[in-house]
């Protein structure tokens, strides 16, 4: 079965500061890689999903940008915070033509 | 838009009584849904999905699905302490250009007190 490790845990970044959250896939090939994004108190809401290398598809235009730069590998940059983009950031992935999605342990960014 | 309804809760249920959680979903074509739980901090993890009509047991755990009323429940039997989460529901998006894509309700919290 697959792990999927995310990092940093937890990030206090001021307004303005660009973002870099990393995310990686063990135990699986080819995965299909989202990012998500849940508020204090809401439910999640999809950002981007990736099915393959450099293939980048955006659900919500935002200041965020997502990248696959290796097939398991999943970055979410932003070049200025802004007080908006706090919450909880987690990556999934599903593998082949599945629709199950598995969560990694999310990284939790505070912006002050 | 496509919407997954929940109640919020919190629901709240004895220990050892059947906890009953309940989702609604917009999209008629949509064809599978899952269940999650998600401990406060933590990420949401895979409880069970159901792909067919009618009720798939996983011990502890019924998912009930109801295509024609757009309706999907969770029942947790001999509910536990441990049990007390926010239980979300997803629904797969029917469109072919969504490959993968799920939506999630909001999440329903639910107590289990001693």
């Known amino acids: 079965s697959q792990t999927i490790h995310q990092w940093p845990a937890t990030l206090v970044q001021p307004v303005g500061s660009p973002l870099s959250l990393e995310c990686t896939v063990e135990?699986?090939?080819?995965?299909?890689l989202y990012w998500y994004r849940q508020a204090a108190g809401r439910g999640l809401q999809l950002l981007f999903y990736s099915v393959g290398i450099g293939q980048i598809s955006s659900e919500v235009p935002q200041n965020l940008s997502a990248s696959r730069p290796q097939d398991r590998q999943f970055i979410l940059s932003s070049k200025k915070l802004l007080l908006s983009d706090s919450g909880f950031y987690l990556c999934a992935c599903s593998r082949g033509n599945t629709d199950t999605q598995y969560f990694g342990p999310g990284t939790r960014l505070t912006v002050l | 838009q496509k919407e997954v309804e929940q109640n919020s809760g919190p629901l709240s249920v004895p220990e050892g009584a059947i906890a009953s959680l309940n989702c609604t979903y917009s999209?008629?074509?949509?064809?599978?849904f899952f269940w999650y739980r998600q401990y406060s901090g933590k990420s949401p993890e895979l409880i069970m999905f159901i792909y067919s009509n009618g009720d798939k047991e996983d011990g502890r755990f019924t998912a009930q699905l109801n295509k024609a009323s757009q309706y999907v429940s969770l029942l947790i039997r001999d509910s536990q302490p441990s049990d007390s989460a926010t239980y979300l529901c997803?629904?797969?998006?029917?469109?072919?250009?969504?490959?993968?894509?799920?939506?999630f309700g909001q999440g329903t919290i639910l107590t289990v007190h001693p």
């Open positions: 999209d008629r074509g949509s064809q599978s």
């Open positions: 997803a629904v797969k998006d029917a469109g072919g250009t969504s490959y993968g894509k799920l939506t």
């Open positions: 135990g699986t090939s080819n995965p299909n």
